[in-house]
């Protein structure tokens, strides 16, 4: 083994099949196929149609990786992939892969969480993280808030969304404005040309008597709903533009000022934020401009590391083999509901060897 690991990690949570190649901490391939478009006149992710995405996408993906890092698959020092959470069909389509990938290839498997990816991914951008590292993810299926006093064993989560995440929201408000799928790009371009202080729209929880962390964006996406509705019958043209920058705005705001303030009451410095909706501009200024008030260091990866790519998960994967943390077990399973605090699942450190012996008496017996 290099004195930084070489590690291939597979992404296929939702409707991206990401391959991602790292040595430590360098990005050396990050190859992604997406099925979004086959998604669009669907209005959003058809979990069968996914699946099926990923079977096709899968090999050719993984050899474009290979080939752009320079490397073959012999000289990787092991394979991880998303246990959890995400769809099952398709988280399970990554797993059984990288399963095959690592049991012909001899090397250790990982099995990592998700949103703890999403973490560990800016450490691609921005060297190590720092111990503990305030997160903010946000991204269509998740809105929370992480405290991570060590990346590869110890998240904690402070906050969550109650209801709709900020990423859905983006997606049905862009639904009622006729903006198409995927709704969060399609909401940053239109909003540029529009006053975000034209509607002052709701900010959900938070009144003094609501839990400080959590989130809740379902009664926004009904405002704003409501709010189009009674101007289509008046008659009226509804302004897109202004109606996209301040619905834009109230997520901003509310995502921004409970991470302002979940750093302060734990004392923590650095804020990552992470996940496909913290691609949106408007999110990243404010939070760069409330850091900076705040005297906290912000760390945002750059657009195309905060969707769903294998590169978060080659970084956690090396990670792990670099601190090094147990792989997972031949029995790893594609976990949909798999928690946050589940960085990785248990296993135990390969005896390669005899790994495939056991792998091999097991397959002829049955």
Wanted: proline share 5%; with cysteine; net charge negative.
């Amino acid at each position: 083994m290099a004195d930084e690991p070489l590690v291939l990690g597979i992404e296929t949570s939702c409707d991206e099949t990401g391959v991602g190649i790292v040595r430590g901490h360098t990005l050396l391939a990050d190859a992604v196929a997406s099925s979004v478009d086959e998604h669009a006149r669907f209005g959003g992710v058809v979990p069968e149609v996914a699946s099926r995405a990923h079977l096709e996408a899968m090999v050719p993906t993984i050899r474009r990786a290979l080939k752009e890092a320079g490397v073959a698959a012999s000289d990787l020092d092991g394979i991880a992939v998303t246990a959890g959470p995400g769809l099952a069909g398709a988280l399970l389509v990554g797993v059984s892969a990288a399963k095959a990938y690592a049991y012909a290839l001899g090397k250790p498997l990982y099995g990592v969480n998700h949103l703890a990816s999403h973490i560990c991914v800016d450490q691609l951008e921005h060297g190590a993280l720092p111990e503990p590292t305030m997160a903010l993810l946000v991204s269509g299926g998740h809105s929370s808030l992480l405290l991570a006093p060590d990346i590869t064993g110890d998240v904690r989560p402070l906050g969550a969304t109650i209801d709709d995440a900020a990423g859905e929201a983006f997606d049905k408000v862009a639904r009622v404005l006729g903006l198409g799928f995927p709704g969060g790009p399609a909401i940053d371009r239109v909003a540029r040309e529009g006053d975000r202080a034209a509607i002052r729209f709701p900010r959900g929880l938070t009144g003094s008597r609501d839990p400080l962390y959590d989130f809740s964006f379902s009664g926004l996406k009904t405002a704003v709903a409501r709010w189009i509705e009674s101007k289509r019958r008046e008659g009226e043209d509804v302004p897109v533009a202004d109606v996209a920058a301040s619905f834009q705005e109230a997520v901003a705001d509310v995502l921004t000022r409970k991470a302002i303030r979940a750093c302060k009451d734990n004392g923590v410095d650095h804020l990552m934020v992470g996940g496909g909706v913290a691609a949106n501009s408007r999110l990243r200024s404010l939070a760069q401009e409330r850091c900076d008030d705040a005297g906290i260091i912000l760390r945002v990866p750059r657009p195309k590391l905060c969707t769903d790519n294998g590169a978060m998960v080659a970084a956690l994967g090396a990670e792990m083999v670099a601190r090094g943390r147990p792989s997972s077990t031949w029995d790893l399973p594609a976990d949909s509901s798999l928690l946050v605090t589940e960085v990785s699942v248990p296993g135990h450190t390969h005896d390669h060897d005899h790994v495939h012996e056991l792998s091999k008496d097991n397959l002829y017996s049955s």
